[in-house]
């Protein structure tokens, strides 16, 4: 048994740095095997989060948006169309010629952008998977609660066997080293960690089980020869500079990309305070549960009215500048060479790393 940590429990130590220029300062990341992305962000494949808007805005800004798989294959397969055919049409057009730039100098074995969307693991995802890299995806995500299974083993496997060898597969979730090695076992190309720590997860109080952010993450990149994802529980720009820092790749982002203009769902207007809403649901809520008309009711999540914030863009350039001063403090150019130490901090020290005074 072990003390498991989260990001309230660490704090970053700053090092000795030499970075004068935070615009210099450099955010490329794997997202899995082969392919990358400009900074290391890829907004959740949920139903109120990412669908071909947020995941056209997300690539324009430089990171990726997992098309969720709550819908029929043919309307995900028409979204991963219009998305391909929004950044490819005629090769690289307007703001993604960034990215065949930058690709350029890039590590990644593959120079493209990254076309992401979801699977689960039923008979009928395997139709689903074909159809959607015919359609344009080259990374498919397998979207399970508890990836440590061997329906998930098998489903990575089948996509191996089955599908064009450009295709990475991410798979999650899972926390632990052991699952880290099955998922490697049958050929994943890219780990999503975190189970029980999103913002709407009720999986943790339901059942007892999960692992805190931190250790979770540490403990599969420590063993891990692909790119992780830090997925669940993400609130501040801070949080993410701790989750790169402890080993992840990329974070995945539901609530604070939520209520913005790109999720999927009407603007909600009160007509009293002429507040703006948006809503924001877990995956495994009787909300989305009964949405979808799924005949599995095991809720495991919540639903949530978020005020409205906008364009994404204003809240990614806020956590990428919060993460290029991260890099900064730590003396880092680049996040290969972003491997900070932390202290475990006591409530005093939490207390202490919030603003204070106007309480
Ligand atoms: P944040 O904290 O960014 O978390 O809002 C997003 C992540 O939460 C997970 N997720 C769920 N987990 N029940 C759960 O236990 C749910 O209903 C649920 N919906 C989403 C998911 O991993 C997502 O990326």
Known sequence: MKTALTYDDIQLIPRASK?????????????????????PIVASPMDTICEKEMAIKMASCGGVGCIHRFMSIEEQSKQVIDLSYTIYGDGFTGFF?????????????????????????KNEDRKRAKKLVKSGANILLIDVAHGHHT???????????????????????????????YLQYAGVDGLRVGVGGGSLCTT????GFGVPNVTAIEDVA?????????DGGIRTSGDVSKALGVGASCVMLGSLLAGT??????????RTTGGLYKRYRGSASLETKVA???????????????????????????IVGGLKSALSYNGSEN??????????????GLQESNPHLLK
């Open 261 to 270: 203009e790109e999720t999927p769902g009407k603007i909600i207007e009160d």
């Open 204 to 207: 943790r109080v339901q059942t």
């Open 292 to 318: 979808h008309n799924q005949e599995e009711r095991n809720v495991e999540g919540e639903s949530a009215i978020i005020s409205y914030k906008g364009g994404v863009k204003f809240i990614i350039n806020g």
């Open 19 to 39: 970075i004068e220029h935070r615009p210099h300062i450099n955010l490329k990341t794997l997202v899995s095997r082969r392919y990358g992305s400009l900074i």
């Open 97 to 121: 010629e960034d990215w065949g730039i930058m690709l350029d100098d890039w590590h990644s074995e593959i120079k493209s952008v990254p076309i992401m969307a979801a699977i689960g693991v």
């Open 151 to 181: 329906i998930v083993f098998d489903m990575i496997k089948w996509c191996k066997k089955n599908l064009p060898e450009h295709v990475d597969i991410i798979a999650g979730n899972i926390v632990t080293k052991e699952a880290a090695e």
């Open 335 to 348: 996040l290969n060479d972003f491997n900070p130490k932390y202290n475990i901090v006591t409530n005093s």
């Open 222 to 230: 420590r063993i891990s020869n692909v790119p992780v994802i830090a």
